[in-house]
């Protein structure tokens, strides 16, 4: 694959690597790779993987933290979750510290995949879609690597633990490399084969969610960028294509589920804690507004610090109505670590997003999944959506090597005073 873009700072070549700065290093892209595709068999497994990644790639040596971008973020939640432990919780400290260890090595995952380069992150992402694309034909002859979802519709998910996750996955990865090249000239080989690729795993996938985060994306690019000719034109052909995808029978489903419900049934049922036999929006609503009120009832602490991580995870959730996850990270969040929690979790990832430079697109990509799905706390979609944002910063010269290290003790920073 050949992909060329502009040189952002902290890629030129160095003395140990004399095939340039755009070449592909087999270690990192295979060892990134194998990082996603252990997260898929199982969270934990893929925490495990991407601590030992991370370590290889240089990372947690030397006494040092990293502390910049996302490594940054995802260490200040990782310091709350564990900090909540302090007070009184339903949940089991072993829970909670593992929610703490997940945030942690979010952090030192996002701090490894800055030291890769463009072309090393695009080709993770390639061989994983490709590797989604080649099962799918045998989900057709046999059934495998599918979920039956709650509407007990039969829905391809790959080796993800949900369709939906393969949705937001591709979404996210279809807008990254098309606002890029449009917005950077950024080129590729193969580019609209793997845009299609993209598409076609969302339709596969039957993702409402993915095909929202798509349009809602395509929409944001003319928004994000400096319009001339070329783009307005792109502007014109991606309104078309977001209305043929809207008018398509995955479009109508996720229109049907927008529009599938009314005020006041949505506060009954939402009262009763009844959630079946609604259109899949429709019981969302009814389902957040059950657990909030919830929440809320327990008292200003619960309200302000949460009522430990892992509150709203299987086997430990808080209230006994709740017989699904959250389907939003933005409840799970204000339910396990408060509106303090919901605050500081939310405002330090918005920082690294927006620094990115992509604008709109960023958020659009980095939190467009977890409005109504389940991101944060999936270890394979945190990772893609990870990359994604790193990619964007690197194109677009944001980023530099994350320099920032804090050091865990005194000798370390006397070391690095002799540097």
Known sequence: MNITAQAPAGLSRTRTDRRGPDAVRLYPTLGLLLVLLASTVQNF???????????????????????????????????????????PSPIPATVQIEEAVRFASFAVIAAAAVRMRINELIRVMTLFLVLMACLYPVYLLTGWFSIVDAAEVQRFSGILPHANHLGYIS????????????????????????????GGLIVASRSSGGLLVLVAGLAAIPISVRPNFKRVAFSFFGIVVAIGL?????????????????????????????FGNQGSFAWRLSYWLAIVDSHVANGPTSIAFGQGGGATTEGHRVFSFMQRDTHSDFVRVFVEYGLIGLVLVYGMLVRPVIRAGAKLVGLVIFFGPMLAGNSLISTPVMIVLITMIVLLSKVNGRWQRE?????LNAAAKRNRQYR
């Open 45 to 87: 497994a893929g925490v495990a993987a991407g601590l030992l990644f991370a370590i290889s790639m240089g990372e947690l040596r030397g006494g040092r933290i990293p502390i910049g971008g996302f490594a940054g973020a995802f260490f200040v939640a990782a310091a709350y979750a564990a900090l909540r432990t302090i007070l």
């Open 171 to 198: 979404a996210s990865t279809a807008v990254a490399l098309v606002y890029l090249k449009f917005a950077r000239n950024f080129t590729m080989t193969h580019f609209w084969l793997l845009i299609a690729l993209c």
């Open 246 to 274: 809207l008018l398509s029978p995955i479009g109508q489903l996720a229109i049907e589920k927008l529009q599938g419900f009314d005020v006041g049934t949505m506060l009954t049922r939402s009262s009763r804690h009844e």
């Open 403 to 407: 320099s920032q290290n804090f050091p």
